[in-house]
């Protein structure tokens, strides 16, 4: 009944018809996301992310299930780390790269990565997705294929078909219906609530004047200050800031309703930012930067004002990115994350399997332990959640 197929570029299939199936919760997967770093060198031979985007078509030719898929010559910007992996290929004189990896790049937020839209045909579509990404696979030759950040209910169904499932951790917040950011502080133990007063009024009292932006309304000038920014955090960290401004200003354009910048400005002066993706019950902390270092600075323009703006948009969830045990003090919760993968080569598979099995062991004792440290007065909050379920109340 189906057919699966592959994109060398998003832009093969209209706009229109992969958004449809991508919904409007996911800002990192719909397709001008996809397309603006396509169109921008953020992913291409440079950095070892080669688009193969997997679309499902039925029998009438339509496109009924998509997933982003690349070609990968390297681990970076994943945030599920097989390092060890590919060095144990290559200690055995093989090769671990190229692999295939379903993923948004860059972007290590959890959420449906077969993407299907509303429809009742959901388990049978993503059962031919799966199984048509794992034959893609075998003909490729490549090492494996890897799904990550997926939901639960697809970590499950990718289980099912024998891919391994592995285990992490972030620290997420839930909204539980707060009327105002003073109502959430009510939730916090008083030793916390004081530490996070205190925290914003330093702020504050350093003159610091934070504005929030939605991204068809940031300026040009604001756009590159804020790339300058980005890329003084990877130069002052060793890494690689592979997205562009060209790729930000693109989608300021394309889907700026979708995206959120936080700035801070000193003496009339942007002395930092922080940018954030936003769907329709979520928003995704995702990138900071600063010139000049203010006390508490990072936590008012990458937490604190996120969750305001939750609060006020009536969004039911923030993550603000990967790892950070900081955040618990701040109000987000250890949460399961999920990844599953396919190894190609049996001799690898039986050893990654059991790996990965005393490994969901050793996380779900870090799950357990972050959560004794749960700023919450309620003893409901201080439960772990996996990444796509409601709230524990």
């Known amino acids: 009944m189906y057919r699966l197929t592959t994109l060398a570029a998003i832009d093969e299939i209209p706009a229109a018809d992969w958004n449809a199936l991508a919904g409007d919760d996911l800002p990192h997967l719909r397709h001008e996301f996809l397309a603006a770093m396509e169109h921008h060198g953020c992913v291409g031979e440079r950095f070892g992310w080669l688009p193969r985007h997997l679309v499902l078509r039925d029998a ?20 599920v780390f097989d390092w060890a992996w590919a060095d144990a290929y290559q200690r055995a004189g093989m090769r671990y790269y190229p692999k295939l990896v379903v993923a948004s790049p860059y972007t290590p937020a959890t959420g449906q990565r077969i993407l299907t839209g509303d429809t009742p045909d959901r388990p049978a579509l993503a059962a031919a997705m799966i199984q048509g990404s794992m034959q893609l696979a075998e003909r490729s030759g490549v ?16 289980r099912a078909r024998g891919l ?31 530490k996070v007063k205190r925290e914003r009024r330093r702020v504050v009292e ?41 790729f930000f200003q693109e989608i300021g354009r394309t889907m700026g309703e979708s995206l959120l910048l936080v700035l801070a400005e000193y003496e009339a002066r942007i002395v930092a930012a922080a940018f954030c993706l936003q769907g329709r019950d979520s928003l995704y902390g995702r990138h900071w930067g600063c010139f000049k270092d203010f006390h508490s600075l990072h936590f008012e323009a990458c ?7 939750c609060i006020e948009q009536g969004l039911e969830r923030f993550e603000p990115g990967a790892q950070g045990e900081h955040k618990v003090a701040r109000g987000f919760l250890p949460t399961r994350t999920w990844s599953a993968h396919w190894i190609s080569d049996v001799r690898f598979r039986r050893p990654i399997d059991s790996f990965l099995d005393h490994e ?34």
């Not at 030719?61 to 681990?75: E, W």
């Not at 090492?143 to 990718?158: A, K, N, R, V």
């Not at 499932?165 to 707060?178: A, D, I, T, V």
């Open 206 to 246: 350093s003159g610091i004047r934070i504005r929030r932006v939605r991204g068809d309304q940031v300026t040009p000038e604001e756009w590159r200050i804020f790339h300058r920014l980005y890329e003084d955090t990877f130069d002052k960290r060793g890494g690689l800031p592979t997205l562009s401004l060209g």
């Open 60 to 79: 009438r030719d339509r496109a009924v299930a998509v997933a982003p898929c690349y070609l990968k010559f390297n681990s970076y910007g994943e945030f």
């Open 360 to 393: 969901i062991e050793a996380v779900e004792d870090y799950i357990a332990e972050m959560s004794t440290h749960s700023p919450y007065k309620a003893t409901g909050l201080q439960r772990p959640t996996d990444g796509d379920a409601p709230a524990q109340t």
């Open 143 to 158: 090492s494996g294929l890897h799904w990550l950040f997926t939901s639960e209910t697809e970590t499950d169904w990718l």
């Open 303 to 309: 937490y604190y004002q996120g969750l305001e703006h």
């Open 164 to 194: 391994l499932r592995r285990l992490g951790c972030q620290f997420h917040w839930q909204n539980r219906g707060y009327a105002s950011f003073d109502a959430f502080l009510g939730e916090l133990s008083a030793e916390k609530r004081k």
